[in-house]
């Protein structure tokens, strides 16, 4: 099993920047893709970005805004999100796909940006 704690959500004003923070622990399988998603209220949950083997990949929305790191000594993952807009609102989860070994996702962490 791996658990997933997000943290660094927040209340900023447009423009503003926050750092999410993903931190992985247990029985860590080698080659999981770290990834971030992120869902309102009555809508699916998305996709934000995605890192394995220091590769990343973004959702269109988020493209030259959000920048997604890893270290891998601390088992942890981070999401760098600047030039934030009211639409960034959700909550942010962050999510371990580890192949045969399994998915796994965190609980969440509140971003919300205000006009």
């Known amino acids: 099993q791996v658990q997933l704690v997000e943290s660094g959500g927040g209340s900023v004003q447009t423009g503003g920047s926050l750092r999410l923070s993903c931190a992985a622990s247990?029985?860590?399988?080698?080659?999981?893709?770290m990834s971030w998603h992120r869902q309102v209220p009555g809508k699916e949950r998305t996709f934000v970005a995605s890192?394995?083997?220091?590769?990343?990949q973004y959702g269109q929305s988020v493209k030259g805004r959000f920048t997604m790191s890893e270290d891998n000594a601390k088992n942890t993952v981070s999401l760098q999100m600047n030039n934030l807009k009211p639409e960034d609102t959700a909550t942010y989860y962050c999510?371990?796909?580890?192949?045969?070994?399994?998915?796994?996702w965190g609980r969440g962490t509140q971003v919300t940006v205000s006009p």
């Open positions: 999510k371990s796909n580890c192949g045969p070994y399994g998915s796994f």
């Open positions: 247990g029985d860590i399988p080698s080659n999981c893709v």
């Open positions: 890192i394995a083997s220091g590769y990343t």
